[in-house]
């Protein structure tokens, strides 16, 4: 049985244009995949903690030189870290908050790209000081926008700092199958926003119909 771990991070419910996506992920997957199991981690509703000084400490000593207190700064981590690595496949919806990720998102980012735990760092190894831990996810990340034309090849693609972001940071920790799905137009509302959401809902549907084991097809 395969795990998904759904991610949302807009602070919206309802009104949500990545939750509407991410549900409708989820609805059609269970549909063709039944013996599915679902995690819900909300991160718009319930951000994680920043990191602070005394996260820093714990995170940076060796596991064997933790004091009970430095154990305990690590708790959320560590259990927003158990459930990433038990994931088979991630679902995560993003809204574009200037032109970069909410920052809920960027909390959990720094809780789970974590020294020892989801990456490696030696020093000693001139080639490849950094090694990712995380084994291969197939990920699919939903990011809903304002305006549009953030998307590779549209005109406001130079202001995205989403999807770069994510292709950088993901791959760090060893995910790397990464699938994006992109919705516009949220601020005009009417035609103009049903025709992104008809595109992206066409995508999502897409992505799943044509997804074999841990690849997809051909991606359109
Ligand atoms: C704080 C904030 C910042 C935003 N920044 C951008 C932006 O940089 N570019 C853009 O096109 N839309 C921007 N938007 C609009 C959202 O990306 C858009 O409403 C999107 O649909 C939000 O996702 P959601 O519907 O899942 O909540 C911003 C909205 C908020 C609330």
């Known amino acids: 049985m395969k795990k998904i ?3 949302d991070s807009s602070p919206r419910s309802s009104r949500s244009q990545t939750r509407r996506l ?3 992920f989820i609805t059609q997957w269970c549909t063709k995949y039944p013996d599915t199991e679902l995690i819900h981690r909300d991160l718009g509703h319930q951000p994680p903690t920043p990191v602070s000084e005394a996260w820093i400490a714990a995170a940076f000593a060796p596991p064997g030189q ?3 207190s430095m154990t305990n700064q690590l708790t959320e981590s560590d259990a927003l870290l158990n459930e990433l690595i038990a994931a088979d496949i991630l679902v995560i919806g993003i809204p574009m908050y200037n032109f970069s990720v909410p920052a809920s998102f960027k909390a ?3 809780q789970v790209v974590r020294i020892g735990r989801s990456f490696l760092f030696e020093p000693e190894d001139k080639q490849q000081p950094y090694k990712p831990l995380l084994a291969e996810k197939l990920t ?3 990011i809903a926008t304002g305006d549009a034309g953030y998307e590779p ?3 406001y693609f130079f202001l995205n700092q989403i999807e770069p972001y994510l292709r950088t940071v993901f791959p760090f920790i060893g995910i790397s199958n990464l699938h994006f799905v992109y919705t516009g ?3 005009f509302g009417g035609e103009r926003l049903q025709q992104s959401l008809d595109a992206a809902q066409q995508k999502v549907q897409y992505l799943i119909t044509n997804t074999i084991g841990n690849t ?3 991606e359109v």
Do not use: V
């Open 22 to 24: 991410t549900q409708q």
């Open 153 to 155: 090849g549209g005109p």
């Open 5 to 7: 771990l759904r991610i």
């Open 66 to 68: 933790r004091t009970e």
């Open 216 to 218: 997809i097809k051909k």
């Open 108 to 110: 959990w980012i720094d």
């Open 140 to 142: 699919f990340i939903i």
């Open 185 to 187: 137009n949220d601020e």
